[in-house]
């Protein structure tokens, strides 16, 4: 089953967001640093993104673990719908250097985690866990809103927000409206790092 199954209906494209996010601010962090490079290996730019460790601290705890083992780095973005979200962070199926034909699938060697629902709304640059049907599936695959997406409020664990990169995560390629977003030669997280 893909993680992050939803119903394409409730997929309408929102009107273009500015370039940069207002009102958004750096929080405590740590922040997660993801290097972004096309399909060719080609630079795209960064992404900065400021985790949640008071909402969602086993989520946020699992992402650093998993940034700090290098696991992240070459993980394709394999589900990217636009004016919906862009998915990333399949260990397992989704490297940019192996067959990323079962991206979306997998996750890590860790336990699946519990969920920890918050009071975040989903809205540009939230950063969500992916999971199967059950809520307490999520395991290292995660998903960047492009556009408000309130249906998900409750349902999927918030873990961080965008603070830099809006441009850069507009930028990336987007996948087929007709197959749920995959994408084909898809740009990847060349590097993530977690800075403190």
Same mark, same amino acid.
């Given at each position: ?13 929102? +009107?273009? !967001? #500015?370039? $940069?996010?207002?009102? =958004?601010?750096?929080? &405590? /962090? ?6 972004? @490079? ?72 860790? +336990?699946? !985690? #519990?969920? $920890?629902?918050?009071? =975040?709304?989903?809205? &540009? /640059? ?6 199967? @049907? ?63």
């Amino acid at each position: 089953m893909r993680k992050l199954a939803l119903i394409p209906a409730l997929l309408m494209a929102a +009107p273009a !967001l #500015a370039q $940069e996010l207002p009102g =958004v601010t750096d929080g &405590p /962090g740590p922040n997660m640093v993801i290097e972004v @490079a096309g399909a060719d290996g080609t630079a795209k730019g960064q992404i900065v993104i400021d985790l949640y460790a008071d909402k969602a601290p086993n989520h946020v705890e699992r992402l650093v673990t998993l940034a700090r083992d290098g696991a992240y780095d070459g993980v394709v973005f394999h589900r990217v719908i636009d004016g919906f979200m862009a998915q990333t962070g399949d260990v397992q199926h989704g490297k940019q250097s192996g067959d990323t034909a079962m991206a979306g699938m997998g996750g890590s060697d860790l +336990p699946d !985690l #519990a969920a $920890e629902f918050n009071d =975040v709304s989903f809205q &540009p /640059g939230t950063v969500g866990m992916a999971r199967s @049907a059950s809520p307490d599936s999520a395991n290292s695959q995660f998903f960047i809103d492009l556009a408000p997406a309130p249906f998900l409020d409750g349902q999927y664990t918030v873990v961080g927000q965008l603070v830099e990169g809006w441009d850069v995560l507009n930028s990336i390629k987007k996948g087929d409206p007709a197959a749920n977003g995959s994408v084909e030669a898809p740009d990847y997280m060349a590097t993530v790092t977690i800075a403190e």
